[in-house]
């Protein structure tokens, strides 16, 4: 993969370049080594998927990306920020900017109704989507006075997706976010991540153990033993309602 490449529109843009990232977890006197000297780049509005088994280093990547955690050993940048670089209050504002959360299970507050958990998102945002908007965009206008108990799963993970987009993040990191779902389900989640892509040119990021879920994406970096053992580009993505489950 070219960090220079061109498109016919000028030089690509890049969201995300990692070199030389090493995680190493300290458990008593035993060293567990989650990710060994990896390089990347990710271009800017792509959806890109991690794939590998548990425990190869995809989610500590992704916890690299999201601020949620520093690197033992290399430099990770943000577009021209080097988070490696910053300190905590600086961390802090990066991820509440810049980076979107969605995760396997939702995380919903039970007691808000679905706006009202969108909401929590846009009043601590500087120029966030309306929250009704936001439920709009992933097509929920119509429940978003509807507690998640009222709410099926696939429901409630497109509320995770409106929260999470509503501050217009520039990269949405999504951890399993089909994992709790049947495929038809999964498939109007997957949707939606489409949709905030398309529509909102959001960078998308998102670990699964679903091999289908692949084919929609532009690539994929194929994680084993704590390293990016192969990149896959996709050169002709499918919409979700394509995949083979």
């Known amino acids: 993969m070219n960090a220079n490449a061109t498109t016919g529109d000028g030089p690509e843009v890049i969201a995300f370049r990692g070199e030389g990232l090493s995680k190493t977890y300290q458990t008593g006197e035993t060293e567990v080594h989650a990710l060994r000297n990896v390089d990347l780049v990710i271009p800017e509005g792509e959806i890109v998927a991690m794939l590998g088994p548990s425990g190869s280093g995809k989610s500590t990547l992704l916890n690299l990306l999201g601020g949620l955690d520093r690197p033992t050993d290399g430099t990770l940048h943000f577009r021209d920020t080097d988070l490696t670089a910053l300190d905590d209050t600086s961390l802090t504002s990066y991820r509440r900017a810049e980076v979107g959360f969605i995760f396997q299970f939702y995380n919903l507050i039970p007691s808000l109704t679905a706006e009202e958990n ?15 908007d936001a439920l709009e965009l992933v097509g929920l206008a119509g429940r978003r006075d509807h507690y998640p108990a009222q709410l099926s799963g696939g429901e409630q993970q497109r509320v995770a997706v409106a929260r999470a987009i509503a501050k217009q993040p520039g990269v ?4 399993e976010p089909t994992g709790a779902l049947d495929s038809a389900t999964g498939v109007r989640v997957l949707e939606t991540l489409q949709t905030a892509n398309r529509e909102l040119g959001t960078t998308i990021v998102l670990i699964t153990h679903n091999a289908g879920i692949t084919a929609m994406t532009n690539r994929v970096f194929h994680f084993l033993d704590g390293r990016i053992s192969r990149i896959e580009t996709v050169s002709d993505p499918v919409e979700p309602a394509e995949i083979r489950w």
Not at 123 to 131: F, S, V, Y
Not at 172 to 175: P, Q, S, V
Request: proline fraction near 5%; charged fraction near 20%.
């Open 118 to 132: 969108v909401r929590l998102v846009t009043d601590i945002t500087a120029d966030p989507l309306n929250a009704a």
């Open 172 to 175: 949405l990191l999504c951890d």
